[in-house]
């Protein structure tokens, strides 16, 4: 296996300097976002230090243009063309597969819908440079100084690693998106059983309280327009309409609380769903936004939670 050739190069130095350039390019993202937000953060889509886009485009680029290496405009712009080609890829299909925006460069300039854009184009060919002239004798160095026995049998360990991780993450990011298809799934059942109880006068009335609330924001606003209705009919407790109202009402609160108990179940996320909500802040999730931010509402709330708990004098609440 480690000696199959592919244009001209052993599998285990392509291996290697794959492994090499996707822990490079974990390092300087991670560094990147967590000097930003001043904490740690591991930005890679996996669990490991490793982001592998980083590895397949600086090895891609590396082997197809070696042979015009002394030519530095070729290494740039070839670097660019297929570095951007790698990235654009991978953007389409984690969306297809996700259903879901990772990344988005939307607000800069010369972009193509939001998956490569210019400036970041030019980094990549820029990276392709120093990558040729600085980076890769050094890595090359490296690999020739790897015992073959050793480098062997650590990569199959390393291989192993790699491919459990990608199983993992691959498998719980399916189940994220399942999450977010069930909030938003439940946020339809509730506006169209609130349709069907007259507690709302108008659709149009129902589109503008709900349209852009979270649904616990939803519940909410159910909850205080029911306690209105109440106040308008406690001077009507003998007639119909508000023997009607009370049934209602009764019903009303039985499905929001059936609705909770559902949302709250569907909240609980995996350690990696938060990790990679941590990862990827911007994340998009077309026709979802509102749901995935009810998602994000736990998370939310466990983070102020621990701070409050952290704080110096938060004890004394207990006292």
């Not at 991978?90 to 990772?102: G, V």
């Not at 179940?265 to 802040?281: E, G, N, S, T, V």
Request: hydrophobic fraction near 40%; charge should be positive; charged fraction near 25%.
């Amino acid at each position: 296996m480690w000696e199959i050739k592919i244009f001209g190069f052993e599998f285990f130095y392509i291996f290697y300097n794959f492994i090499f350039y996707s822990f490079f390019g974990w390092i300087y993202e991670s560094t990147l976002v967590s000097v930003r937000n001043k904490k740690f953060i591991n930005r890679g889509f996996m669990n490991g230090p490793v982001i592998p886009i980083y590895g397949v485009g600086a090895t891609v680029v590396y082997v197809v243009f070696l042979p015009l290496r002394d030519n530095i405009a070729i290494i740039f712009f070839g670097g660019l063309i297929l570095a951007t080609v790698i990235e654009y890829i991978t953007s389409y299909a984690m969306e297809k597969i996700f259903h879901a925006k990772w990344w988005d460069y939307s607000y800069l300039k010369y972009n193509i819908k939001g998956r490569v854009c210019l400036r970041v184009s030019l980094f990549w060919g820029v990276l392709s440079v120093a990558m040729t002239y600085f980076m890769q004798p050094i890595i090359s160095e490296i690999i020739k100084r790897i015992p073959k026995n050793y480098g062997e049998n650590i990569g199959y360990a390393i291989f192993g690693l790699f491919f459990l991780d990608f199983a993992i993450t691959f498998i719980s990011t399916l189940k994220l998106d399942r999450r977010i298809a069930d909030i938003q799934k439940l946020r339809q059942e509730l506006t169209e059983y609130i349709e069907n109880t007259r507690i709302y006068e108008t659709k149009e009335e129902i589109r503008i309280r709900f349209e852009n609330f979270r649904i616990t924001e939803m519940i909410d606003n159910i909850k205080l327009k029911l306690e209105n209705e109440i106040m308008k009919h406690k001077d009507n407790t003998s007639s119909m309409d508000s023997y009607d109202f009370m049934a209602r009402k009764i019903e009303t609160e039985t499905k929001i609380r059936e609705i909770l108990g559902k949302y709250q179940k569907k909240r609980d996320f995996h350690i990696i769903h938060k990790r990679l909500l941590r990862a990827f802040p911007g994340l998009k999730i077309k026709g979802r936004e509102l749901a995935l931010k009810d998602f994000k509402d736990k998370m939310h709330q466990e983070n102020n939670m621990r701070n409050i708990e952290e704080e110096p004098g938060g004890s004394d609440f207990n006292e």
